[in-house]
């Protein structure tokens, strides 16, 4: 397996535990091993490849302390009954504190049960470690050293158990996909581009290469936060935090963006994060098409709801409610997906996202107009407009008349084209929805084009770059209605849209998989 982020900062130093105390502080290395890890840091690339092989251990970083209470976890997880692994969920969405589940548990006699559930809530106390690294040069330091910037806490996880549990819940989903890959029938994923195709297709016999995308962004909490006020009687935020995150690329673009899939390197708490910028602006140039919009969600996911009750140790606190979060979550999704007893259906429908949603119609239309019927559909069909898939929800003009849910985009013979949703049937074993296709106009983006005409040198450039990615890139398409109807499988449908009015009609783009942001 590949470094993960701050790895480098290990070499050349020799570990050692103080009181074996749970949380570990590193050891403050040399100036020189400070400048080889800092220079290994460099060298890490923003899109990390990982390789997992049948006949080929995986190289573990992670210390074995951490590795066995993240399998302990999983341990306690399998063997927990259903009402243990809900009430300690129910306990992780509502954010509970420690006094808060002990609230709780005072109105459960059964003492076996009692105690099963404090294991699992403060199972992963102890799976993280913290060090210290200066935002300037970052040198390693010890938790009080002064160096020629600002100390950086920084709290690690690690990836490889979470890596492993993701593996092992999507396993057929992945082989599934791999092989769509080879087909050359998931044209639309993102594996499918130029950068990523030559990792999976030099795959041996027996190995599966996997990519990811790492990302470290800035989110501030409220009640985390110390200022210092200077000079000008500005406040400054000196604790923000930053999540260090992943998203593996080889699962379904559905599963791909679900927050629970994220996996959690560990958090940064500092003002910003600034020793990397120099090294990553030489590399990358811009960064900011390599965000995606699923980093977003899953940072609300793991922080909000945490605020001034958990201002002490507050990165070590939500790095293990995330993980126990994350590991219920995935077990009582493969329960549901195998006998679900009726307590646990009853949990599942008040918690999204336990039971996986295949696709399904809602709201039947009892009059469905004549120009958007389909020769091709038996007049006795019943049709439905309000369309559920695990990618999003789409929503007719029958379901609301002031609908916004109504665009998607579709594969249609091997070309992806955007249309708007008007209603859906069951045809046969199969799901059909009637569409009409949105036409693209003949001179697309002409008030943005109108407006680089105007700028000058090395801005007009730029704006000239963008307008000409805009017209080529398939995920955004400026055009109108064509009150035409097309028939066609509820399966092809590859992303929901969403659209906004301009002069010439409207610009609709895909949700799922586009790399834009901001």
């Not at 995935?330 to 999204?352: G, I, N, V």
Request: net charge negative; aromatic share 8%.
């Amino acid at each position: 397996m590949g470094r993960t982020f701050l790895d480098d900062f290990d070499v050349g130093k020799k570990k050692r535990r103080k009181n074996r105390e749970a949380v570990h502080i590193a050891e403050q290395s040399s100036q020189e091993d400070s400048q080889e890890d800092a220079e290994g840091y460099w060298n890490s690339d923003v899109e990390q490849q990982e390789t997992v092989s049948q006949n080929d251990s995986l190289d573990m970083d992670e210390s074995s302390s951490s590795a066995d209470c993240l399998s302990q976890l999983g341990t306690k997880v399998r063997n927990a009954s259903d009402k243990e692994l809900q009430l300690v969920l129910a306990a992780c969405i509502g954010r509970f504190s420690q006094k808060d589940l002990d609230r709780v548990l005072t109105t459960y006699d059964d003492p076996c049960f009692i105690r099963n559930v404090k294991s699992l809530w403060n199972c992963q106390k102890s799976s993280y470690s913290v060090h210290y690294f200066c935002n300037s040069c970052g040198k390693a330091c010890m938790k009080e050293e002064l160096c020629c910037g600002p100390v950086a806490k920084f709290v690690r996880v690690g990836l490889y158990v979470q890596l492993l549990e993701l593996l092992e819940h999507h396993w057929n989903a992945i082989l599934d996909l791999r092989k769509k890959l080879k087909k050359d029938e998931a044209k639309q994923h993102n594996l499918s581009s130029q950068f990523f195709c030559p990792l999976w297709q030099s795959e041996p016999e027996g190995t599966l290469f996997l990519s990811s995308v790492l990302s470290v962004d800035g989110v501030s909490i409220s009640g985390n936060t110390r200022f210092e006020i200077n000079t000008i009687l500005e406040k400054k935020d000196l604790r923000k935090i930053w999540p260090v995150s992943l998203v593996l690329l080889d699962l379904p673009t559905a599963d791909m963006q679900a927050s629970t899939n994220v996996l959690l390197e560990g958090i940064v708490e500092c003002t910003e994060i600034l020793f990397h910028l120099p090294r990553m602006n030489e590399l990358f140039k811009n960064c900011a098409p390599l965000s995606t919009f699923s980093f977003e969600s899953a940072y609300q996911y793991i922080l909000v709801g945490y605020s001034s009750k958990l201002t002490n140790n507050f990165c070590e606190i939500v790095t293990s409610r995330f993980l126990v979060h994350n590991s219920l979550r995935r077990e009582l999704s493969r329960r549901m997906k195998a006998t679900p007893s009726e307590r646990l259906k009853s949990f599942a429908c008040l918690t999204p996202g336990l039971q996986y949603t295949d696709i399904m119609m809602n709201s039947p239309i009892s009059y469905l107009h004549a120009d958007d019927m389909n020769p091709s559909i038996p007049s006795s069909s019943v049709f439905f407009s309000q369309l559920v898939l695990p990618i999003g929800i789409l929503k007719s003009e029958y379901f609301d008349k002031e609908t916004t849910d109504d665009m998607f985009f579709a594969e249609l013979q091997g070309k992806l084209q955007c249309l708007r949703f008007i209603a859906a049937a069951n045809i046969g074993k199969e799901t059909k929805v009637i569409g009409e296709p949105i036409q693209a106009i003949e001179h697309p983006f002409s008030s943005l084009s109108s407006s680089v005409d105007l700028l000058t040198g090395n801005s007009h450039i730029h704006a000239a770059k963008l307008v000409e990615v805009l017209k080529s890139y398939g995920g955004i398409v400026c055009g109108k209605l064509s009150s035409d109807r097309v028939l066609l499988n509820a399966s092809s449908i590859c992303s929901v849209a969403s659209y906004t009015h301009c002069e010439d009609g409207i610009i609709v783009m895909a949700i799922q998989g586009i790399p834009i942001h901001n």
